[in-house]
C-alpha cells in the first residue's frame, strides 16, 4: 500500500498549493474591482441601515394579524429578504460577468494548453464568491444586531442551512448563465434580467406575505424566493421549510451537471 500511496501524496499536495495560489489570485483580482466587493460584499448591509434606520414602518409590528409576525418589527422581518439579496447580486450578477469575461478574454483557452486544468479557476472563483457571500452575510446580521435591534433568529439551524443551499442553488444558475452565453454583456444583461426577476419573487420590492397567493406559491419554487421564504421561516420560527429547503437541493442537482456538460472554454 505504501509503493502506491507514496508517489500520489506530493502531486495532491501540488494541486492544494496551486489550487490555494489561484484562491488567493482570484482573491486579489476581485478586491480591486471596486463596483464589484461593494456590491458584493457592503450594499446589503448599507441597505438594511438605510432602511432600518429611515423607514418609518422599521420598528413596527410587521403583522398585526399573525401571531407569530405581530412579535417582530419590520426590519427584522426584512432581514432574510436582504440576505436573499446578498446571494442574488453575487450569483446572478458577479459570477457570470467574470467567467464570460475570462472566456472572452482567451484565459480559459490558454489555461488549457497547461498543466493546470481550467475547472481549477471556476473552483477558485467559487471559493472566493462562497467566501465574499459569509463576509457580507455576518456583516448584514452584526450590523442589524447592534444598530437596528434585529431580533435573532428563532431558528439558527434552519437559517444556516437555508444560505447554504440557497447560495449552492443560485450559484448554479449563475454557472448555467456563464455556460453559454457568449460575450460579457451578454452575461451582463441576462444576468441582471434574471437577478432583477429573482428579486420581485424573493420579496426585495413587496414583502413576500403581503403578495398574492399565487405570487407566493410561484415564488417558492424560483431558487431566491425559495431561500428568502426558508431564511424567513428560520428566522421567525415558523414551520420548517421542507418544500423550500427541496427546491434549492433540486435546483442545484439539476442545473450543476447540466451547467458542466454545456460549459464552453472557448
Known sequence: MSATATPTAPAT??????????????????GRQPSAWFFAVLFPVVLLLALGLLMPWADLPFDDSDPVLSQINGITAYTPTVLALAIGTVA???LPAVVVGYREKGVLRRLSTTPMP?????????????ATLVVAAVLTVLAGLVVLDVSMPADPLVVLLAFVLAAASSLAVGCLIAARVGSVGGATGIGMTVYFV?????????????MPDVVQTISAWTPLGAASQALAAGWYGQAFPGVELAVMAGWTVLL????????RWT
Not at 499536495?13 to 476581485?30: D, P
Not at 450543476?256 to 460549459?263: E, R, T
Open 13 to 30: 499536495a501540488n494541486r492544494r498549493r496551486a489550487l490555494t495560489r489561484l484562491v488567493v489570485s482570484e482573491a486579489r483580482i476581485f
Open 92 to 94: 446572478y450578477s458577479t
Open 118 to 130: 481550467a475547472s481549477r479557476l471556476l473552483t477558485a472563483q467559487l471559493t472566493v464568491l462562497g
Open 198 to 210: 429573482s428579486l420581485f419573487f424573493a420579496g426585495v420590492w413587496m414583502p413576500l406575505p403581503l
Open 256 to 263: 450543476v451537471p447540466i451547467s458542466a456538460k454545456l460549459f
